[in-house]
């Protein structure tokens, strides 16, 4: 699967909203004939290329060009491409020079709805779909971008749009384009108008870049957003989730009164597994893409939730090494997206107000990766503890909400409410503004009984929906050796009430330790890959297991 992260400024060109220095700019559409293509069609198949240099791609064609610049010793070759035969992909090679303001490049691209004359003006086009399949056959060791331009492209910086692409390329979809995609600081591509669609290789501001690749289409990809992801364990749906599984199944998720309901407007309960603290897990079970789909296959699971630890004191959590905690989470949501489970991307401390302004930047981030696939579920504050609702807690929600909705209009947020996530009654008076917005709700059944479900039953009577991202059939400390009773019968209550209510829920803790809420036995070895049996399992997991296979 194409990674599309944009990268950190520290990885490639600076000084321009497309990394260009400001100057890439996008070839006029009066160069006409320059080259020929592959592009991909609006059906997402491939391209042919025409004698001549003309492309077509399904809705999509015109004539291709390479261009190199600007004026600091970068060359691309061929220039001319008009003398390739029909079928022919569009291949190029050459160097980008090194330029101090990081304004080096070269590009192939595409003239989109160009007509067969050469100095004919390209009509733009609003893309539909999910997003675009970029075909690269050899990317020459070099890291490409994908660059769309609006009509105005070559002059103004914030009508054009790029995404790093690594390996040959694969699916990106539209939400995932920005016109800032090296530092995450410019602006998402919203359906603007496209006239062109181009690759292009940046510079160093040290050394020359030489590149060689070729380019075999550019392929538009109509559907739902997970369109063209590649998956294991079954055969791809439309869409690009597996066949049966949970996103196929429902696809987009949303709100509607206190009820969490499908793409078919049916209510939907989601059951799975939550993480361990990523940072102090015991084994990477959660990110095992192999034990997910055991999870899915034999226990029913259709959601995993990614604990990532914040604050947590660790070496590895977010704060103190962002690059070990995104990496993790960023696995444990491709491989949910593989597979067709849903993923809730936790931020999981108790004081998230106190680092307000990371977690903006976190949940821009993951929404501008992310956010173009109806598996994901965020969760910006995992705990409150003490903090007034309506005075911290709300602000702080509607800070972050606000972040995601600039980028991700419709994936769902959890809350977090105050006194550990049990105060769902309080937050539901004072409701933070938007869409697809629930609460959430935290239980352990030794601790918590039927207090806590009227506090529930509350809340949903205000209209409010909640997801119980974390319990346990244990006491609230997680059932430490020195508290190690379970309380089964007071869980199946709790279940019963949640089953009546088509509340989502996700298990705390999919791990291997001494509490009495790890999955899996400290004392026996225990493999990340699934094929769990009875004498592997811990604690309260063999009542997690049939919970979530009902």
């Known amino acids: 699967m194409l990674d599309v992260t944009p990268q950190d400024a520290s990885a490639g060109p600076r000084g321009g909203s497309n990394g260009c220095g400001g100057r890439c700019g996008t070839p006029d559409a009066s160069s006409g004939k320059g080259g020929a293509s592959g592009t991909g069609g609006s059906s997402g198949g491939g391209s042919t290329v025409e004698a001549g ?31 390739l035969a029909d079928g022919s992909p569009l291949c190029a090679s050459g160097s980008v020079g090194a330029q101090p303001d990081w304004s080096g490049y070269a590009m192939i691209g595409v003239n989109l709805n160009q007509a067969r004359t050469g100095d004919t003006s390209m009509n733009t086009v609003v893309p539909d779909g999910a997003g675009v399949t970029v075909d690269v056959t050899d990317s020459g060791g070099s890291q490409l971008r994908v660059q769309i331009s609006g009509p105005n492209g070559a002059s103004d910086p914030n009508d054009r749009w790029c995404v790093p692409i690594t390996g040959n390329g694969d699916f990106i979809a539209w939400s995932s384009f920005n016109t800032a995609c090296w530092n995450l600081s410019g602006s998402p591509y919203r359906g603007q108008p496209i006239a062109q669609i181009a690759i292009t290789v940046p510079g160093s501001n040290i050394v020359a870049v030489p590149f060689s690749f070729c380019l075999n289409s550019f392929a538009q990809v109509a559907g739902s957003a997970t369109g063209g992801a590649t998956a294991s364990g079954g055969a791809i749906a439309t869409g690009g989730s597996p066949a049966g599984s949970p996103v196929a199944q429902h696809g987009q998720l949303k709100v509607s009164g206190n009820k969490l309901v499908d793409q078919h407007n049916q209510p939907t309960q989601l059951k799975g597994p939550s993480s361990m603290w990523l940072n102090w897990e015991s084994q990477r079970f959660a990110e095992d893409k192999q034990g997910l789909q055991w999870l899915r296959d034999n226990w029913n699971a259709s959601l995993i939730r990614a604990a990532m630890g914040v604050s947590a004191g660790s070496p590895t959590d977010y704060l103190d090494d962002p690059a070990i905690a995104k990496g993790q989470v960023n696995q444990i949501v491709q491989n949910a997206i593989d597979l067709g489970v849903y993923v809730i991307i936790d931020w999981h401390e108790e004081n998230a107000n106190s680092h307000q302004q990371a977690a903006i930047a976190f949940f821009t981030e993951m929404a501008q990766k992310w956010g173009g696939y109806p598996n994901v579920i965020y969760e910006p504050f995992n705990e409150p503890t003490r903090q007034g609702w309506s005075t911290v807690i709300k602000p702080y929600h509607q800070a972050v909400v606000n972040a995601i909705r600039a980028v991700d209009p419709d994936n769902l947020i959890v809350l977090g409410t105050p006194t550990w996530s049990q105060d769902v009654d309080v937050a539901a008076a004072d409701p933070v503004s938007g869409t697809n917005l629930l609460y959430t709700l935290h239980f352990y059944s030794c601790t918590h009984t039927q207090s806590l479900r009227d506090k529930g039953n509350t809340a ?91």
């Open 53 to 83: 240099g003309y492309v077509i791609s399904g809705s999509w064609h015109g004539y291709a060009w390479t261009a190199a610049g600007p004026g600091n010793q970068s060359t691309i070759a061929p220039v001319d491409f008009s003398t």
């Open 460 to 550: 949903l009577s205000l209209g409010a929906a909640l997801f119980v991202t974390e319990w346990g059939a244990t006491n609230s400390d997680g059932g430490t050796p020195t508290n190690p009773q379970l309380c089964l019968g007071e869980a199946q209550l709790w279940h019963d009430w949640m089953n009546s209510n088509g509340i989502s829920w996700a298990a705390w803790k999919f791990d291997r330790c001494v509490d009495m809420t790890c999955y899996f036995n400290p004392n026996v070895t225990v493999p990340t890959t699934g094929g769990w049996t009875d004498d592997m399992l811990y604690g309260h997991a063999l009542f997690v297991r049939d919970r979530m296979m009902e």
